[in-house]
């Protein structure tokens, strides 16, 4: 393993005020579907509409019916409004049934600001059914659908000396065919890395608000300090020392741009922009599509920049500092003045 990073990402949720309950009867017009399951059928469903704002903090809906015969059945849906296509959300009769009584219920948590369709199904009734929404207030601001996104950086064959040819690869498990989730294997995968020179990976570092998009450094080299081609396999002449993706590793290019051509040691996201510690200094780019990239701060030693970490903050009022780790020649700060 070359270099290993994951992030939980995802915005935060806001905090208030709930969207109002309320509560409303339909269902008087509507005819029996029968056990079909099928939801869809006009004529056998009323729907309801509603909208949960983008400022709204709802921790969690519930929704629940209630009709007077228990021997008549009603079957309740939910469904979110996607640019005109109705999305399930959740349905009673797969998530909470209530059976032998008179009510059917549902409850989503952090349910997503935008329009939304309560459907209920006549599946063998007779009048009508009393709905009930309410929504939970969110107390504190909690971080919205939470995942952990982790990239590896690693060598198929790390040492040149004793096997090849050399490899390099990536295995995230982003954007696999399940989601990936805290402490699971779920969605873990090798990415395809095409366009990804076979070199030596140095750092890899993924967006805080996309995880597909991820930044790969690369040395000059396959084992560490041995340059690639140098025990007769074929040498990787592909140019660049700084890579993008957008597509969770699948592919690569190279935003290298006007940096000097040395290897690069250690990449950041700071602020839209990006940091990468090479060879020959530290730079940053005037955007997050590298390319332009400018020489930051004054009195490094010129030497190789192997790490780079920004200092915690604590408190909103303190400045944002780097710090820079050389080969060899010590430690250094770079303070960012206000509003850069």
Not at 55 to 63: K, L, Q, W
Not at 123 to 151: C, D, H, M, W
Not at 297 to 316: E, I, Q, R, Y
């Amino acid at each position: 393993m070359l270099d290993v990073r994951s992030q939980r990402y995802g915005p935060p949720l806001p905090t208030g005020p709930h969207t109002a309950d309320f509560t409303y009867t339909d269902g008087a017009t509507t005819v029996p579907a029968g056990q079909s399951g099928t939801a869809d059928i006009p004529g056998t469903y009323a729907d309801h509409d509603f909208t949960i704002g983008p400022n709204e903090g709802d921790a969690r809906v519930d929704i629940k019916i209630t009709w007077a015969d228990p021997t008549f059945d009603w079957d309740l849906y939910l469904y979110r409004d996607d640019n005109g296509t109705l999305v399930l959300v959740k349905n009673s009769g797969s998530f909470n049934a209530e059976t032998g009584v008179a009510a059917e219920s549902l409850t989503v948590p952090d349910p997503k600001p935008g329009d939304y369709v309560i459907r209920v199904v006549n599946s063998s009734a007779v009048g009508t059914f009393n709905a009930s929404v309410k929504f939970t207030q969110r107390t504190e601001t909690i971080p919205s659908l939470l995942r952990n996104s982790a990239y590896v950086a690693f060598c198929g064959t790390c040492d040149a000396l004793n096997a090849r040819p050399f490899d390099n690869g990536i295995a995230t498990n982003v954007g696999g065919a399940t989601e990936g989730a805290p402490l699971s294997t779920d969605g873990w995968h090798r990415a395809s890395a095409r366009g990804l020179p076979k070199r030596f990976i140095t750092s890899i570092v993924s967006d805080t608000d996309n995880p597909k998009t991820v930044y790969v450094t690369l040395a000059g080299y396959s084992r560490r300090w041995m340059q690639v081609g140098a025990m007769g396999e074929l040498p990787d002449v592909a140019k660049g020392n700084v890579f993008k993706s957008t597509d969770a590793g699948e592919s690569f290019t190279n935003i290298s741009g006007n940096l000097p051509d040395g290897q690069a040691e250690s990449v950041l996201v700071y602020k839209g922009k990006l940091i990468v510690g090479t060879d020959t200094g530290v730079y940053i780019s005037r955007d997050l599509s590298g390319q332009r990239w400018e020489l930051l701060g004054t009195g490094l030693p010129n030497v190789p920049v192997f790490s780079m970490a920004f200092k915690p903050k604590m408190s909103s009022t303190e400045p944002d500092t780097l710090y820079v780790g050389t080969h060899g020649r010590s430690i250094y700060t770079y303070q960012f003045p206000a509003g850069r």
